[in-house]
């Protein structure tokens, strides 16, 4: 995380620099530009923290700070270089393209154009904090708002400044996007969430960790006497090698008759102290009430419906199932339903299961700390 402090010494050291600079040369154009270097400065550091937080819970960029501002940002700094008193020589005769615009305006324009194409082809929808719109429809409106903007600016200034590359570039890309990704394909389609697609994955799953039987292995012994009246004889032998593993349907067999393990309970007192709950804590950027149901029947524990039942959280992603049917998973399956992670012999064993009401403690805590 991105300290407070160093954010204020930024904010305070540039505008220093510009009010310097600018007394000294008698403009206030070089005071806005210190300032909005120390802005982009500020600015850029966020997005690496973000973008760190988001690849740290293995989430979509989907968010409109990662979709409207980077492009915007880039938009403005590109139209500034032909204003700015630093670094604002032209590097290209008959366009402008100078080094303010390579290192200020350049990279955020790139990655507003990646963040657009993923509206098309990636996302399904976009955040705005605690709501959502469809991404491609989104998309389309930014894609036109950028378009209209760079148009109205050309109109404006085309007597006063030479044409920007970036823009240029800018327009062409965007009219790509449109042309290729946005009206003549179709966006990814999140599949439903059915009792047919939750077979299927299923499958999937089992066949993974279902070991392959081995091949026959003929071996054959050629015997030849040396007596002519005798013929030579042939002798083939079939043998088939058993796999050490057992099946998962032995393995089920099996685990009937087996004595059930006594498992370890953990109570989670209500403690203000979030450390403390945090390995209860489910891997996600934004948690939601989703979040927090089980991996298997969907369902948010309660009582007194699932009293005694327990609720087991993968070690991996942090997800909650039922215990009952977290152990019925295990004898079919070693990885994690929902992240398809190992899950540790030892954690299969001897899962640490938590009661529904201290869970329910937990689930509560996280919520109220959201709102």
């Given amino acids: 995380m991105v300290k407070k402090k160093v954010l204020r010494i930024i904010a305070i050291i540039f505008p220093i620099i510009g009010l310097i600079h600018g007394l000294i040369s008698y403009s206030s154009t070089i005071f806005f530009t210190w300032l ?34 980077p492009l915007f940002i880039g938009i403005f700094y590109s139209i500034w270089g032909s204003f700015t008193g630093l670094l604002g020589e032209s590097l290209i005769g008959g366009v402008y393209f100078s ?110 960790t279902t070991p392959s039987t081995q091949r026959q292995r003929v071996h054959t012994t050629r015997t030849t006497n040396t007596s002519p009246s005798t013929r030579t004889t042939t002798r083939t032998t079939r043998s088939r090698t058993q796999s050490s593993r057992t099946t998962p349907t032995s393995h089920r067999q099996t685990a009937r008759t087996r004595t059930t393990n006594t498992t ?16 209860y804590k489910p891997r996600a950027s934004y948690l939601t009430v989703d979040d927090f149901k089980c991996i298997f029947c969907f369902n948010l ?42 899950i540790p012999s030892g954690f299969r064993r001897n899962p640490r299961i938590v009661s529904v009401k201290n869970y329910l403690i937990i689930y509560r805590h996280f919520l109220k700390k959201k709102r």
């Fill in 99 to 208: 080094l303010w615009s390579l290192i200020f305006a350049f990279p955020f324009i790139m990655y507003g154009l990646y963040s657009l194409y993923r509206c098309f082809k990636k996302y399904n929808v976009i955040y705005f904090g605690k709501k959502s719109v469809k991404a491609r429809m989104l998309g389309y409106i930014l894609s036109f708002s950028v378009l209209i903007l760079i148009i109205a600016y050309w109109i404006t200034f085309y007597n006063f400044t030479l044409l920007d590359l970036n823009l240029l570039l800018l327009f062409i890309a965007i009219v790509l996007i449109l042309i290729v990704f946005g009206f003549t394909s179709t966006g990814s389609s999140i599949p439903t969430l059915t009792r047919d697609y939750i077979a299927e994955r299923t499958r999937r799953i089992n066949n993974l």
């Fill in 301 to 342: 524990p309660k009582l007194p419906g699932d009293r005694g039942r327990g609720i087991v959280v993968c070690p991996n992603c942090r997800y909650p199932a039922h215990a009952d049917e977290f152990k019925d998973w295990m004898r079919t399956s070693n990885l994690c339903s929902r992240c398809s992670a190992v």
């Fill in 36 to 69: 909005l270097i120390g802005l982009w400065i500020i600015f850029t550091m966020k997005i690496f923290e973000n973008i760190k937080r988001h690849r740290e819970f293995n989430s979509p960029h989907n968010t409109a700070f990662f979709v409207i501002l």
């Fill in 264 to 279: 370890r309970t953990t109570r989670v007192k209500p403690t203000s102290k979030v450390r403390d709950l945090n390995k």
